[in-house]
Structure formats: C-alpha cells, structure tokens
C-alpha cells in the first residue's frame, strides 16, 4: 500500500546552494500539489502539476523555485541558490482527478537552511 | 482570492473536555475539507462536507457546513491525549484542485 513518497525527509543546505525535493504520487494518481509549511504556520499552495504540464503555479515564488513532473519518475520541486527563509516543510500531496478530489499528503521534506 | 478563517489559534483542553474548532468564510464554499497533523507529521484527510447544513460524525468527532455554505465546525466530544495536534480546514479552488487552508487550531489535551 503504497503512499505518497517524498525523499529526502530531512535536508540541510547552506545559503547560496541548491535544494531538490522528490515526490511520487499514489499508486494510479497523476495530479501532484506541492505545499509549503513555515514553521508555526498554516500550509500554503505552490504549485499543481499533471504529467508533463504545470496546471497552476500561482502560489511559486516568481524565483529560485522551479517544478515538473516528468513523463517518467517523481515530480521535482527545485530551489536555487536557498536563503535562511526558505527553511520549511515541503509537502507533496496527490489525487486521481483533481477539482476537489481527496489529496493524498506524503511525509513531507523539512529543509534546513544554515 | 477565496480565503478561509480558522479560530481559535489554540485550544488547551483537560482530557474529557469537548473541544470545537471553526471555520469562516465571506463566500460561499463549494465544498470543505478537513485535515488533522499531528506534531512533525504531515496532513491526514478526515472528511469532505459538500452540502448544505450537512452533518457527518466519526466517532467523537461531529463536522458540521453551515446552511449557507459559508462556515464549517469540527467538534470532539470528551477529548483524549491522542487527539493532539493541527486541525485545518481547507476549500478547493473550483478552478484547480488547489486547496486553500486555514491557519489552523492546535489541540493540547492535558492528562
């Protein structure tokens, strides 16, 4: 039974380098969502993607952060050249259809930026 | 864009005491979700409410969309040490799947 998987659960990066955030979708999903969590916070939309198209990334930072989720492998989130504020928990969730399907949310990434 | 309020912030209970958390918005929703996070865990689905008035219980916990789809509750009836943690509340964009959550209410229970 076979979840949402996100790997690494835990990344440390100092200023200035990158930081790449893996996640496969549920067993038979193909729309993937990637939410950030600051700490103490409520979770906020980056991006949704389907296979090998952005749908809405109104949520992304305009830059460093990049996504995709290729025909074959995980979805990537991305963020070049990390700053201290970046520090946060990353969540992939995933649905079969979307529009108000049930998403699925993995274990998350907890990036520590020094 | 569509918000969605959440109060209280926090809520510290005594184990055995009801606990309600709720959710407010200035528009009206197509449907609310909620989700449960326990401390260093990730979002877990609860429940989705889609229509109006509608009421649906899970063993302690009672979900209420109030008649104007505008507001929704969770209340636990005669809380445990296990029901600590983040209940969020969350719409669906009727554009994309994207949910929009609330700020969330954190549950302390003392034993």
């Known amino acids: 039974n076979a979840g949402v998987m996100q790997n690494p659960r835990h990344l440390v990066r100092r200023r200035g380098q990158e930081a790449r955030l893996r996640c496969s979708p549920m067993k038979g999903h193909s729309h993937v969502y990637w939410y950030r969590q600051l700490p103490e916070e409520g979770l906020k939309f980056m991006v949704y993607?389907?296979?090998?198209?952005?749908?809405?990334e109104s949520g992304m930072p305009k830059e460093r952060f990049s996504a995709e989720f290729p025909k074959e492998g995980p979805s990537i989130l991305r963020i070049q050249q990390v700053v201290r504020g970046d520090s946060a928990a990353y969540f992939c969730?995933?649905?079969?259809?979307?529009?108000?399907?049930?998403?699925?949310f993995g274990p998350g990434t907890r990036l520590l930026v020094l | 864009g569509q918000q969605v309020m959440q109060i209280p912030q926090y809520q510290h209970v005594q184990e055995g005491e009801d606990f309600t958390t709720y959710c407010n918005s200035s528009t009206t929703l197509s449907n609310i979700q909620w989700y449960k996070q326990r401390p260093g865990g990730h979002p877990v689905f609860l429940i989705q409410l889609v229509k109006s008035g509608e009421v649906k219980k899970q063993k302690r916990l009672t979900f209420q969309f109030g008649e104007a789809k505008k507001n929704s509750s969770l209340h636990i009836t005669a809380t445990q040490t296990t029901d600590v943690g983040t209940y969020f509340c969350a719409v669906s964009s009727s554009n994309t799947g994207k949910l929009i959550f609330g700020q969330g209410t954190t549950l302390q229970v003392k034993p």
């Open positions: 993607l389907q296979k090998e198209n952005i749908i809405d």
């Open positions: 969730a995933s649905d079969r259809r979307g529009r108000g399907e049930t998403q699925y």
